[in-house]
Each structure stands twice: as C-alpha cells, then as structure tokens.
C-alpha cells in the first residue's frame, strides 16, 4: 500500500538511534569477548578441557538467549520499549562484571546463560523502536547506523585479546570494566528514551499475546523471513565466534593478533556495507516495494563465494587471504543484516514486530548454538576447514531463492516518512 501524504520525521527519531548505538556496542561487546580470550580463559579455568567443551559453553548463551527473545518481543510489545531496553542493558551488564569473578567451568556455563538470559530482550525492543520512529524511507538507514554499534562491538571485542594477554588487566579486568560501564550507561537511558505512542488497539494485551504468535506463526512471508534469517545465520556465528581461534591455530600468530585479524576487516567491511545498503535500500523503495528484498539478496551473493574462499585460505598458507575473504563476507553481512528488521515491518504490523523479530531470533540463534558446539565437534575430529565452510556456503545459497519469494505489504514511498501508525 502506498501512502497518500507523508510527515515529517518525529523529533525524536535520529536521536533514539544515535542513544542505541552504544548500547547495542556493549550488547556484541560483552557477548565478543570470549571468542577473542579463549586461550587466556582455557588456561585460567582449565577444567573447561577441550573444544567441544567450549563450543557448548559458547552454545549455552544462545540457546538461552534464543528460547527467551520472544519473551522479550512480546514484553516490548505489551509494555513499551524504553523499560525493556534499560532493564535489559543492567541485567547484561551487571552478569558480565560478575563473568570476570568465575572460578569453574560451571560457573562459567552459569554466567552465560544469565548473559543469554539478560540479553534477549534487548535487539527485538531496540530495532522495534527505532522501527517505530522511522516508517518511511529512513528505515533501513536508521538501521544500518543501530548495526554499527554492533560492528564496532565486535571490532571491540577482537581487541580484547590483547587485554587478555596485558598482565595489569587480563581478562577478568576486561569483563568487570566493561560490566560497569553498561550498568552506569542503563541509568540516563531510563529518562533519554522515549517510546512513540501507538494506537490504543496497536498496544492493548488483546493483540500482544497468543494472538500475535498466532497471526505471525500463519503468515507465509513470515515464516519465509525466520528461515532466510537463520540459514546465514550460522556461518555468521561461527565466523563471530570460532575465527580468532581458528586464525591463531591455523596460521600460528598469537591471541592478540588473531582476535583483531578476526573481526576489524570484516566488522569494518560490514559498516560499509550496512551503511550502503541502508542507502541503496531505502532508495529501491521509492520505486519497488521490493527492494529491500532485493538489495538483501545481492548481500546474500557476497556471502556465499566468501565462505568458500575463507575454508580454503589456510591452504594458501597467507593470512591476507583469510582477511580478504572475511572483508568480502562483511560486505555482504552488511546488505543483509541491516534490512531484516526492516524487511520484517513489510510483512507483520507494527504491533506484532517485537514479538516476530523475537521468534527470528529464537529460530536463528537457536541453529547458530548447534552451530558453534557441532563445530566444536568437527573441529576435535580434524575435519577440514574447506569441507566445513563449503557447507555453510551452500546453506546460504539456499537462503537467496527464500528471500525472493517473499510478498511484501508495504508499497514504494516517495518522500519523507509514512503516516504514523503504518508499516
């Protein structure tokens, strides 16, 4: 449906954005780190023991946190989205200050699992929000900005390898700092940010229970995008989580360089292209109600050649060869990445978007906690890198016919924002 007026965008809009940044910074941040501290962490907590051991911790956190994001969704749907962000933000940060004070392996599967716990509340409300200020073509711009908080976590995150190995702080000191600073950040936001009011019938419980889960769970395009958003999904997390360490192994450099290696080319490349396609997106929709399907699928193609090149780099024996395709890989994330959300409001109101957004996270993160520890598994077998990451490359190749076939709602927009209180 096209628009027959357009608004201006709300006073509020590009400020909520700019406040998310850097707590989506801190939500990839504090869940990042581990993946560049493994070698420091192992050998402080040594009953951990092996791989698999480590990928299931890694799992734990997502499995967690996959189970509960609906809940999430619907809390941010039922009682507003300012509150479930703040809550949210203190509970994770307050468990990552507590992360750095564990003793055993238990407690440190303990510790994840209340990270996943605090955790998954937080994306559904934060993209729902900014979702709701901006409804025209600004969507999938305002996105990509909130996703660069993101990217800079995780860049962030790879430079902790180097705190790790730094005597005076070590990983512990990194994770308490970081708790902290989470915790203080949580107190502004309560009086910074502000939910956009809703028609009654949009927030009323009648709408943001079962009901939704049922109105969502029979929608076809729905159903198209939760598996579209998974299958990548889980070459997505197994490169965030797995690639510091497979870097250091594979080309015998230390922790500190692996973790940066692993995660500033690609993430950088993924801020570029989310920014990009942000642009390019919002642009396709002046003329398309698809284009934001289309520009997703073009990052899709980016994607998969990434994957093949980054199983078959070891063999090159360059480190440079890695980074290149990871960069590419980033690209290609970008595209797709920031386009979900927005994607999402083409096919489910505005009332239902916390909620749906929560079962794709439920769906997708779900799959990537198997991916993590089923890699963990291939990866104490020996299995080659090339077979493993050829076939995350295909699954993603699968994901582009998917996207395609999905029916968007929303019409083209020609300028400005749509009417408040539509998709």
Not at 266 to 289: E, F, K, N
Not at 394 to 409: D, G, N, R, W
Request: with cysteine.
């Amino acid at each position: 449906m096209k628009d027959s007026h357009t608004t201006a965008l709300p006073r509020w809009a590009w400020l909520t954005v700019c406040l998310l940044a850097p707590v989506a910074l801190l939500n990839y941040l504090d869940r990042q780190m581990l993946a560049a501290m493994k070698s420091s962490v192992m050998a402080d907590i040594p009953d951990i023991g092996s791989d698999a051991n480590w990928g299931r911790m890694l799992g734990q956190f997502k499995w967690v946190y996959a189970f509960l994001s609906p809940v999430g969704g619907w809390m941010a749907d039922r009682f507003g989205r300012r509150l479930t962000i703040c809550s949210s933000l203190f509970a994770w940060s307050a468990v990552t200050w507590w992360t750095g004070h564990v003793q055993s392996y238990g407690e440190l599967l303990t510790a994840r699992s209340l990270m996943g716990i605090s955790e998954a509340f937080y994306i559904p409300a934060a993209l729902a929000l900014i979702a709701d200020y901006h409804t025209g073509e600004t969507r999938s711009r305002a996105v990509s900005f909130h996703q660069m908080g993101i990217y800079c976590g995780v860049i962030l995150g790879g430079f902790t390898g180097y705190a790790a190995d730094h005597p005076s702080l070590g990983w512990r000191g990194a994770f308490g700092w970081s708790g902290l600073a989470g915790m203080a950040l949580a107190l502004p936001l309560v009086f910074l940010l502000k939910d956009r009011p809703r028609p009654a019938a949009a927030s009323s419980g009648n709408t943001a229970g079962l009901q939704t889960v049922r109105a969502l769970l029979t929608n076809r395009s729905f159903l198209l995008l939760v598996v579209y958003f998974t299958l990548p999904a889980l070459a997505g997390w197994v490169v965030r989580d797995w690639m510091p360490a497979i870097l250091k192994s594979e080309f015998k450099i230390g922790q500190g360089k692996a973790g940066v290696s692993a995660t500033l080319y690609w993430q950088s490349a993924a801020i570029v292209g989310a920014l990009v396609g942000g642009w390019l997106a919002d642009r396709r929709m002046r003329t398309t109600q698809r284009g934001r399907i289309q520009v997703s699928a073009l990052g899709m193609l980016l994607i998969i050649p990434a994957m093949f090149g980054v199983g078959f780099a070891p063999q090159t024996g360059q480190l440079w060869v890695a980074v290149a395709f990871l960069i590419l890989f980033g690209l290609g994330w970008g595209f797709f990445d920031t386009n979900n959300m927005p994607i999402l409001c083409q096919v489910a109101p505005p009332e239902q978007r916390a909620t749906g957004y929560g079962l794709m996270n439920l769906v997708s993160i779900g799959c990537g906690g198997l991916a993590d520890w089923g890699f963990g598994l291939m990866r104490d077998r020996r299995l080659p890198l090339a077979a493993i990451f050829s076939v995350f490359a295909s699954v993603a190749l699968v994901s582009v016919f998917l996207v395609l076939m999905i029916k968007p709602t929303e019409g083209p927009t020609t300028s400005g924002s749509a009417t408040p209180g539509k998709p």
